[in-house]
C-alpha cells in the first residue's frame, strides 16, 4: 500500500540537500513545541487540509473553514503561491514506518486534551487519524516516488528512486527543482533549508 508525505515547493530544496525528510522538531520557521516529533505521511490520495498552507488571499486555506463541512480549495492556485505541490509516496511495508493509530507514539499521547482536540479536528476535515501514518525518525530519500500536482491532478516526476543511486536523468531532474525551490524561497524572504540551523 502506498503512503504519503504531502509537502511544498517552499520544502523541496531542503528536503532533497538534506536527504531526508526531516521530523516536525527540526522543522519550521517557528520553534514551538509540538506533542509529537515524527515524519507524517497518509494512506489519503488528496492534499491533507491539516498541510493546508494558510494563506492570507484564500480564506479557504484556513483549517477551521473545513470543520464539518466540504470547501474547495484550488490546489493549482495554492500551488502558485508556495511553489508547486508535491508528495513523496513509500510503501507501507517499508519498516521505517508505522501505522500512527496503532503506535506507541500516539499510545503516549491519546489522553491528553491537547491532543484528542488536534485528532478531532483532523476527522471533522476529514483527514482521518486511522489513514495516518508516521515514522518517528527522519526519513531517508531511499526507495521513494516523487510526484507534483499540474493541472489538477497527480504526475510521477520520479519514480522508485534512492538518492545513493541516482542516475544523470534523475540527478537533473533533482537539481531543477531544488534550484526553482531555492528561488520561491528567495522571492518570499524564507529560509532556503529544511532544518533550523539551530536545530
Known amino acids: 500500500m502506498k503512503i504519503y508525505h504531502y509537502t511544498k515547493g517552499i520544502s523541496i530544496n531542503g528536503i532533497f540537500t538534506d536527504g531526508f525528510i526531516a521530523t516536525e522538531s527540526k522543522r ?8 509529537t516529533d515524527c515524519v507524517w505521511l497518509t494512506v489519503k490520495n488528496q492534499f491533507p487540509k491539516t498541510a493546508l498552507p494558510l494563506i492570507n488571499d484564500m480564506p479557504e486555506t484556513n483549517l477551521m473553514c473545513h470543520i464539518n463541512k466540504s470547501v474547495y480549495v484550488d490546489l493549482n492556485k495554492v500551488s502558485l503561491v508556495v ?7 513509500f510503501d507501507s511495508s517499508d519498516n521505517r514506518f508505522k501505522f500512527w493509530w ?3 507514539e500516539r499510545k503516549a499521547i491519546k489522553n491528553n486534551v ?10 471533522k476535515v476529514k483527514d482521518e487519524v486511522s489513514s495516518f501514518w508516521i515514522s518517528s525518525a527522519d526519513v531517508k ?3 521513494f516516488t516523487l510526484e507534483i500536482y499540474e493541472d489538477s491532478e497527480w504526475k510521477e516526476i520520479l519514480t ?17 527543482l531544488t534550484l526553482q525551490s531555492k528561488a520561491v524561497c528567495e522571492s518570499l524572504n524564507l529560509p532556503t533549508q529544511q532544518v533550523r540551523l539551530a536545530a
Open 83 to 89: 511553489g508547486g505541490l508535491y508528495r513523496f509516496s
Open 102 to 104: 496503532l503506535s506507541s
Open 28 to 35: 519550521g520557521i517557528n520553534k514551538l513545541p509540538t506533542l
Open 114 to 123: 491537547m491532543w484528542q482536540m488536534m485528532e478531532s479536528i483532523a476527522n
Open 160 to 176: 522508485n528512486v534512492c538518492l545513493s543511486t541516482i542516475t544523470k536523468e534523475q540527478k537533473k531532474i533533482i537539481d531543477d
Open 141 to 143: 530519500l531511499e526507495s
